[in-house]
């Protein structure tokens, strides 16, 4: 911590910290955040429901409130506070027409998530308008990640780790670690660079765009790539979503192994969940176990991550000494810890009785906070970056480990689950 001018200022991650745990300590003291209602069915829906009185308070209330997390954020980072006043409102009224268009009947029916809607909206924005420079400056589509990351923290009860039965959780080991490693192997094959590795080999192995997310808070990697790489995820998660259940049925696999392969291999939990009710009752519910079984894994993976990452410290300068544990630690990500200290604290200090009355909450705000960050994300990013020719060793790596993960997942889910 150190002062200058007169005003506090702290590390960034540290900042995220705080916003964290003020979010948190807000809804166990009975002051949560609001949280709008978005899902509709009709367009009478939209005006009884989205655009009534009272909602439409909720959606003023969140951002004063959000708004002001934000701006102590920047204050305490010694960003540019005007800036950020300016900017804000834009991204968050953005990011409310992305939760509208996720909140249609039409669109959960598909399973179409909101930060799908946010990066679109945000990338459609950014690549048809030119966007005054100190507007793309001030983005920070990071600062909302971290925050998101350290609520996510409250979701990942240990308790619940046991419950979700000891097969999914081996299968969830073999394959996140087999996967994990063949898919940055390719990556380094094909040349590309450490990274866009971590982030694209995270999101094969582990837990799609949650993983992506908080391998790049770990390693502070590139918005450009994390957006490239979760473009990839939610691509392939529809046609993999659809086939697999075909195939399955094809090769007459029992419910149990066409869940845990289902659950193990498809990437987001929302095409998880849409192909398990293609095939059964139970092969719903052991895809839902052994992808919430990768799920726990994510906090684990991404400490891991943030120990190799700070420790080699790849994509600097590779042939430089081994740092010391005190650049190790000034270069260790500190919202890690946050995301560590929430997942104990709701894990073993609060009462079941607690956390059940605050979880719903944390995790609406969870969700906001990563669909704000996609909306920045998309508005920051060009197409031609994303998709020129340069993409395509990536887009060739992510295929490949893809591949591999459906083979190995059918294998181990086969062995245990039959």
């Known amino acids: 911590m150190s002062s200058g001018k007169n005003q506090l200022t702290i590390h960034e991650d540290w900042a995220v910290v705080v ?3 003020v979010i948190i300590i807000a809804a166990v ?3 949560p955040s609001p949280v709008p209602q978005y899902s509709w069915n009709s367009n009478s829906d939209l005006s009884t429901k989205i655009f009534a009185s009272d909602n439409l308070l909720k959606i003023l209330y969140q951002f004063l409130y959000i708004n002001m997390v934000v701006i102590i954020v920047s204050w305490l980072t010694r960003r540019s506070v005007q800036k950020t006043i300016t900017i804000f409102p834009v991204i968050y009224l953005l990011t409310i027409v992305a939760l509208v268009l996720a909140g249609s009947k039409q669109a959960k029916a598909l399973n179409l998530e909101a930060v799908i809607f946010s990066l679109a909206i945000g990338l459609l924005i950014g690549n048809l308008f030119k966007l005054p420079e100190w507007f793309r400056s001030a983005l920070n589509g990071e600062l909302f990640v971290k925050i998101g990351l350290v609520l996510l923290g409250t979701t990942v009860i240990f308790s619940d780790i046991l419950k979700a039965g000891s097969l999914g959780l081996i299968q969830a080991l073999v394959v996140v670690l087999s996967v994990w490693y063949f898919a940055f192997w390719i990556c380094k094959k094909l040349k590309i660079d450490s990274e866009l590795s971590m982030m694209l080999s995270s999101a094969v192995s582990i837990c799609g ?7 790049a808070g770990a390693i502070k990697g590139d918005s450009k ?4 790489v979760i473009s990839l995820v939610l691509i392939t998660a529809i046609p993999m979503m659809i086939f697999m259940p075909v195939i399955a049925k094809y090769l007459g696999l029992s419910q149990e192994v066409t869940g845990a392969w289902l659950g193990g291999t498809i990437d ?5 969940v849409a192909s398990g009710s293609l095939v059964g009752e139970v092969a719903l519910k052991t895809s839902t176990i052994v992808k ?4 726990v894994l994510l906090g684990i993976a991404a400490f891991a991550i943030s120990l190799y990452w700070t420790y080699t410290k790849k994509g600097d300068n590779p042939n430089a000494e081994k740092p010391t544990l005190k650049v190790i630690w000034e270069r260790f990500p500190k919202f890690v810890l946050g995301f560590i200290a929430s997942s104990l604290i709701f894990s073993f200090l609060l009462s079941p009785e607690t956390v059940s009355g605050v979880k719903d909450n944390l995790k609406a705000i969870q969700g906001l906070w990563f669909a704000l960050a996609f909306t920045s994300i998309g508005l920051e990013t060009n197409f031609r970056d994303l998709f020129n020719s340069g993409s395509r060793k990536p887009l060739y790596a992510f295929l490949i480990a893809q591949g591999f993960n459906i083979i190995i997942t059918l294998l181990v889910a086969y062995l245990l689950f039959r």
């Open 225 to 228: 790539k994390l957006s490239y």
């Open 268 to 272: 987001t939990t929302g095409a998880v």
């Open 29 to 31: 003291a009975g002051f």
């Open 292 to 295: 919430f079984s990768q799920n």
């Open 19 to 21: 916003a964290g745990f």
């Open 209 to 215: 765009v949650s993983a992506a997310i908080a391998t």
